[in-house]
């Protein structure tokens, strides 16, 4: 409660003579937390961050990165460090998740492209040395949460030396395709609980027909806005695509990813990017990355639950593990691990999974 009494005077300090009212807008994993700031005629956002546990300077400094990228980031008004207090635009409410649940095919289809769109500006504005680097020091701390976290404390499993010295050969193989692929910008979450849908204006805002063409309309109306950025790295290529196409909250036909990644590896080549000449090879890296995100993303859920007692991801554990499993079937090299994991959990039998639409509320997957 004292906390959000120093927040409301700080924002009284930044907007005087203006009343609002404020509500919790949303919270992560982390200690941050966000207030919607309701004005006569605009809403805000203010970010709490305790500086004792966290640090607002990798916000501020990869928001003006995007931004300058030219891609819809919320727009930093104000900022008062020693607080832990940021003042930002608001992007509305609506996530990508919550409007692809219910809509059709083409609305997924232009929702994913404005992603890829946006993901394509930040990769061409990316430079060596102005993020942290996603080396092999970090890879594999991430991969490592798996046994710690899922293995040893979700499962009650103690691996034996045979068993763990197998993983760690295939966790030496995941760095080593996952360092040689090109790097750019990495936002890390980059998924349908960090982009946000924005409402098209009312009719009569709208541009006339004749001012804008087909690809300009689209961007004006479509181009998402993105959100906790903060933990962004340079590295590789593929990884913020594992977040968008095998999101731990949706899940999409595999025909449909792949006309999906298509569009994303011809638009990325015409602009420029690194990305593989042979659609094949950057398939095979696109998938070896996910592998590298499904065993880290097991490994946090599992200790989300186990050690913060947020139980809201165990249901998001069968959708990362089929991912899991499907990419590590199809390559040789994966195989052992894959053979791990039916000693951990053996699957008796197919157990189809929602696709989109099916078996989900709104209510029950906002964040």
């Known amino acids: 409660m004292q906390r959000q009494q120093q927040l409301t005077q700080w924002l009284h300090s930044q907007v005087p003579n203006e009343p609002f009212t404020i509500a919790p807008a949303s919270a992560d994993a982390s200690f941050r937390r966000y207030f919607r700031a309701t004005f006569e005629n605009r809403t805000l956002i203010v970010m709490d961050a305790p500086p004792q546990h966290e640090d607002c300077r990798p916000f501020l400094h990869i928001a003006k990165l995007f931004e300058d990228a030219g891609t819809h980031v919320p727009h930093v008004y104000a900022q008062d460090l020693s607080q832990g207090f940021l003042l930002l635009s608001d992007l509305g409410n609506t996530t990508y998740l919550q ?16 992603a890829t769109d946006a993901l394509i500006k930040i990769q061409l504005a990316s430079r060596e040395n102005e993020l942290p680097p996603y080396n092999e020091t ?17 499962l009650n499993v103690t691996l034996s030396e045979v068993q763990s010295a197998k993983l760690e050969t295939v966790f030496a193989r995941i760095i080593a395709n996952n360092l040689a692929q090109p790097h750019v910008y990495v936002h890390r979450d980059y998924h349908s609980r960090n982009l946000m ?12 027909a ?33 977040s968008l196409f095998k999101d731990a909250y949706i899940r999409w036909e595999e025909a449909e990813v792949i006309d999906w990644l298509i569009r994303y590896w011809e638009n990325a080549r015409k602009a420029g990017l690194p990305v593989a000449d042979d659609f094949s090879v950057f398939y095979r890296d696109y998938e070896w990355m996910g592998v590298q995100r499904h065993l880290k993303v097991l490994g946090i859920f599992a200790r989300l639950y186990h050690r913060d007692g947020k139980d809201g991801y165990l ?17 040789i090299d994966l195989k052992p691990l894959l053979n791990l994991l039916d000693v951990l959990e053996p699957v008796p039998h197919p157990n189809p999974l929602p696709q989109a639409g099916e078996g989900a509320n709104v209510k029950d997957i906002n964040p």
């Open 197 to 208: 849908y924005i409402e098209p204006p009312l009719s009569n805002s709208l541009p006339l």
């Open 210 to 242: 004749g001012e804008r063409d087909a690809d300009s309309l689209r961007e004006f109306l479509f181009n998402p806005g993105i959100l906790d950025f903060q933990d962004a790295v340079y590295g590789p290529i593929t990884y913020d695509l594992t």
């Open 99 to 114: 409007a692809l649940y219910g809509g059709n095919a083409d609305t997924a289809k232009e929702l994913y492209g404005a």
């Open 315 to 331: 249901k998001d554990l069968p959708l990362v593990m089929a991912y899991l499993r499907a990419a590590c079937a199809r390559y």
């Open 138 to 154: 970090l890879l594999l701390r991430e991969m490592r949460l798996f046994p710690e976290w899922y293995i040893a404390k979700h």
